[in-house]
């Protein structure tokens, strides 16, 4: 039996610049950003095995090191989302609270611009409220964009 040891990761630092080089990609999903234990394999095969340590989260650009050396960087994939552009505070609050209902993260994805991960579901619920300003959109959905974030940090005050 031939089993591939992984290369252990043993320090990670946030959101390297790679100065316009290439490294190798760690892809995960948005929704993988908080697990503990990780065993993944890179975009070019490498097994990689990481433990979370004291971060409290992967985040996208994090650059995963073994004994000093580069190993790869972690890039959040993007996923399909439902989202909503909100014209007022009014409207915003109004999808904001019927998603909480629902139990899902909600991102800021740009000025008035809110996400949440697809479900076919909710997806017709959505549609059915606020018609077709409810649109299908391929996002990556960050972490520091998730409204649960921005609140706790208070970064979208000015």
């Known amino acids: 039996m031939n089993t591939v040891q992984p290369v252990v990761i043993d320090e990670v630092k946030a959101k390297i610049d790679l100065n316009g080089q290439n490294f190798d990609l760690l892809e995960l999903e948005w ?8 065993t993944r394999t890179t975009r070019s095969g490498k097994v990689l095995e990481l433990r979370l340590g004291n971060l409290k ?25 439902i989202s909503f552009p909100a014209e007022n505070d009014a409207e915003a609050a109004d999808f904001c609270y019927f998603i909480g209902n629902q139990h899902l993260p909600v991102f800021l994805t740009s000025p008035q611009q809110f996400a949440v991960p697809y ?27 998730s409204l649960r974030y921005l609140a706790k940090n208070r970064t979208h005050e000015n």
């Open 57 to 81: 989260e992967w985040q996208h650009g994090d650059g995963l090191y073994s004994n000093g050396q580069l190993i790869a960087t972690i890039a959040i994939k993007t996923c399909l989302t």
């Open 31 to 38: 929704f993988e950003n908080k697990k503990q234990k990780l």
């Open 119 to 145: 479900d076919g579901r909710l997806f017709e619920q959505l549609s059915f409220r606020y018609g077709a300003r409810i649109q299908l959109t391929d996002a990556q959905l960050l972490s520091h964009q």
